[in-house]
T-cell receptor
Framework: DQQVKQNSPSLSVQEGRISILNCDYTNSMFDYFLWYKKYPAEGPTFLISISSIKDKNEDGRFTVFLNKSAKHLSLHIVPSQPGDSAVYFC??????????FGKGTKLSVIP | DAGVIQSPRHEVTEMGQEVTLRCKPI?????LFWYRQTMMRGLELLIYFNNNVPIDDSGMPEDRFSAKMPNASFSTLKIQPSEPRDSAVYFC????????????FGAGTRLSVL
């Protein structure tokens, strides 16, 4: 049973618009969440994280929102750029070293 | 600083052969993780080491898989004998001490078992 779900396998967005990637989780013990970005033939690279004591974290064009009651988090990219085209993975941890990953959403930013 | 280094980048082998994947974590990181990525199952944790000691190997699929970390700067994942269903991308990641720390991934090894 998937504890971290990314229900949209792919997303296309026009350059300059907002990209919103969604992630749902089922384990209420998760207390921190991360987003990773992955380009083809490379490993995932860390993008942004959020602790369960917060509901928002911002880093430049990237903002992560956490809704604990809904067990939902989202990544907003504003404005989207062609270089943002990649697969984005949501990951969650429960106070240990281990992370549980979603299956990823492929973002395509169209020039 | 160099990131996590994995070798080889690509491995093609025949069923029944032994395969050894290698990983050099980031210097100063004391946690090391081996993951496997497939289309069907996504990114799965195989085994986790802390201070060179295997802490959780519950993700290792079967006895054909084994992992070692003889020192803080080197780890191996071995498959013997290999099977076509082992074909996947294998990632190694490392992180610093303490919970909630970011894992840094290598570029991965793409394994094809024919």
């Amino acid at each position: 049973d998937q504890q971290v779900k990314q229900n949209s396998p792919s997303l296309s967005v026009q350059e300059g618009r907002i990209s919103i990637l969604n992630c749902d989780y089922t384990n209420s013990m998760f207390d921190y969440f991360l987003w990773y970005k992955k380009y083809p033939a490379e490993g995932p690279t860390f993008l942004i994280s959020i602790s369960s004591i917060k509901d928002k974290n911002e880093d430049g064009r990237f903002t992560v929102f956490l809704n604990k009651s809904a067990k939902h988090l989202s990544l907003h990219i504003v404005p989207s750029q062609p270089g943002d085209s990649a697969v984005y993975f949501c990951a969650a941890g429960a106070g240990s070293y281990q992370l549980t990953f979603g299956k990823g959403t492929k973002l395509s930013v169209i020039p | 600083d160099a990131g996590v280094i994995q070798s080889p980048r690509h491995e093609v082998t025949e069923m029944g052969q032994e395969v050894t994947l290698r990983c050099k974590p980031i210097s100063g990181h004391n946690s090391l993780f081996w993951y496997r990525q497939t289309m069907m199952r996504g990114l799965e944790l195989l085994i986790y080491f802390n201070n060179n000691v295997p802490i959780d190997d519950s993700g290792m699929p079967e006895d054909r898989f084994s992992a070692k970390m003889p020192n803080a700067s080197f780890s191996t994942l071995k498959i013997q004998p290999s099977e076509p269903r082992d074909s996947a991308v294998y990632f190694c990641a490392s992180s610093r001490a303490g919970a909630k720390n970011i894992q840094y991934f290598g570029a991965g090894t793409r394994l094809s078992v024919l």
